[in-house]
């Protein structure tokens, strides 16, 4: 019936608009400026249609397209109005847009042939009422009825390692992260999924859905009846979407944090980009609450230093990267160090220039401790869990990476047996053990000196903690927080002018000779 009434709508609103083409619909309107990240101005020609305003870019605009375009619209608002107060918005109608089609607040970015063909309306009905991504495509699909395979969709969710996916995570409607047939299923999820909470619950439930409360008794619908859980369910709720030319996908948190994601080498699923999301959230939450509770009187330093936005940028950087604390921006080259590299931000050490002799290592253990002392990330214990398999070899071929990863889970199981499941890896345990195999095997350790060379007006000496590796660092300084407190430490890091002995009563290398002399995986 739907179909009916949006083609009859359609065919009077041509047969208007032709009537009155000469009085013409458009006329000049506000110049368009820089919304957000959409970075084009222009002249408009513009219209309106009950609560919907449709802008022509002067180089996009002829008559009779931009006739017919109105026509369409028109029809198509008198389909979603049917289903609640519509709030106002604005179509433009670009040439092309930077980065296809795009929502930004109340505004839609488009050509005049996606709203012909109709593809632009699950970002209309975003616009429209404000919506998520998935009811945006939800909504849409069900109003212009869609087809949706249920069978299809039934044999999908048999399998319980595609239950991320219910998530409805944006990044499933992303061509940068999510394959064909990820993109498919998510869109008719999307519709299905909309229909089931129509008939069942009603519109206004619709609008102010949460999916998970829906989702069990929707694949029951379907005759998928196994469990469904979301170890993640909540958490991002608050945060909203939208993309530019650089970034397929940005997210911002209720708190004001920008991610401005893109597929790296180990976040290039929807699953990986929405857990490394989700564990960074858990991760801050645990480390400060952590801190609370063992170095009170610095707890507080550590969340106003965290409360201001921060704005994090990834990009192929080698998997390298790098935090900056003044300008309040993260530099993320690999998903894994997310949380290391935040910690930075909470808990940035003074240490000034560097010069030579400086004890920067603190700079990484102090991170590195708090990384993984108060949280086990989902998305580093997945890597570690694979990384411990028999027979796991970062090139397949190469013998001496075989051999490496054996006497690594050798190390390990010295200490405990090897993980059955990705919640039993114990990090901190991995990368020690990773330490000791590769001093057993006569391998050479990347120190922090590798890392900070060169940096500032002169070179960084190999003394003072900066011979260490990152995993040794956190080592070091688990020893010495064991001994003197996470306060003590903590005061050695951030306040500026303390020395080492000043800190433990002891010179650096006593206290390294003691500790390696006394030193266990699990101290």
């Known amino acids: 019936m739907r179909r009916w009434l949006s083609l009859l709508l359609l065919l009077l609103m041509l047969l208007l608009s032709t009537a009155c083409a000469e009085a013409s619909l458009f006329t000049s309107g506000e110049p368009h400026t820089s919304h957000l990240d959409y970075r084009q101005y222009f002249n408009t020609m513009t219209a309106c249609t009950g609560v919907c305003t449709i802008s022509f870019a002067q180089d996009a605009y002829d008559g009779d397209t931009a006739t017919q375009v109105y026509a369409q619209i028109a029809a198509d608002e008198a389909v979603l109005s049917d289903l609640g107060e519509m709030q106002p918005h604005t179509v433009y109608v670009v040439k092309k847009p930077l980065a296809g089609m795009q929502r930004i607040g109340g505004a839609i970015y488009c050509t005049a042939a996606q709203v012909l063909d109709g593809s632009y309306r699950s970002w209309l009905a975003e616009a429209a009422f404000g919506l998520e991504r998935w009811q945006g495509v939800g909504l849409a699909g069900w109003a212009f009825a869609e087809p949706v395979d249920e069978a299809a969709l039934a044999s999908w969710y048999q399998s319980d390692d595609r239950d991320d996916m219910l998530s409805l995570f944006p990044a499933y409607f992303v061509e940068a992260f999510a394959n064909d047939a990820e993109q498919r299923m998510a869109r008719q999820t999307a519709i299905s999924l909309t229909a089931y ?109 965290y409360e201001g ?198 010179p650096y290398q006593t206290a390294k000779e003691e500790w390696l002399e006394s030193r266990s995986l699990l101290d």
């Open 197 to 305: 909470i129509m008939d069942t619950a009603g519109t206004e439930a619709f609008f102010q859905a949460e999916p998970s409360v829906y989702i069990p008794g929707w694949l029951a619908s379907l005759g998928v009846t196994r469990p469904y859980t979301d170890p993640y369910d909540g958490l991002l709720l608050e945060y909203t979407y939208t993309h530019n030319q650089f970034y397929p996908l940005i997210a911002t948190s209720p708190k004001g944090d920008v991610f401005k994601l893109t597929p790296l080498f180990d976040m290039s699923t929807p699953a990986q980009v929405r857990t490394a999301l989700c564990d960074l959230e858990l991760a801050v939450d645990a480390i400060l609450a952590g801190v609370q509770q063992d170095a009170p009187d610095w707890y507080p330093v550590l969340a106003k230093n």
């Open 309 to 506: 936005p921060i704005t994090y940028e990834f990009g192929e950087n080698n998997g390298y990267s790098i935090t900056y604390f003044d300008n309040r921006r993260v530099m993320v080259g690999s998903a894994a160090t997310l949380i290391h590299e935040t910690t930075h931000m909470m808990a940035p050490c003074q240490v000034g220039r560097i010069s030579r002799y400086m004890d920067q290592w603190k700079v990484e253990a102090v991170a590195e401790h708090l990384t993984h002392a108060y949280y086990n990330g989902r998305l580093e214990q997945a890597e570690l869990f694979a990384q411990m398999q028999p027979g796991y070899s970062v090139w397949a071929e190469d013998p001496a990476e075989k051999e490496f990863y054996e006497q690594l889970r050798d190390v390990y199981m010295r200490c405990a047996p090897l993980p059955e499941t990705l919640c039993d890896v114990d990090s901190t345990l991995f990368w020690r053990s990773a330490v000791v195999a590769k001093a057993e095997m006569g391998i050479q350790l990347n120190s922090v000196v590798i890392v900070y060379a060169g940096a500032g007006s002169a070179s960084l000496d190999a003394v003072n903690g900066n011979e260490l590796s990152y995993t040794e660092a956190e080592w070091l300084a688990s020893w010495l927080i064991n001994r003197h407190g996470l306060s003590t430490f903590l005061h050695y890091c951030m306040d500026e002018g303390v020395t080492f002995e000043d800190a433990f009563g002891m």
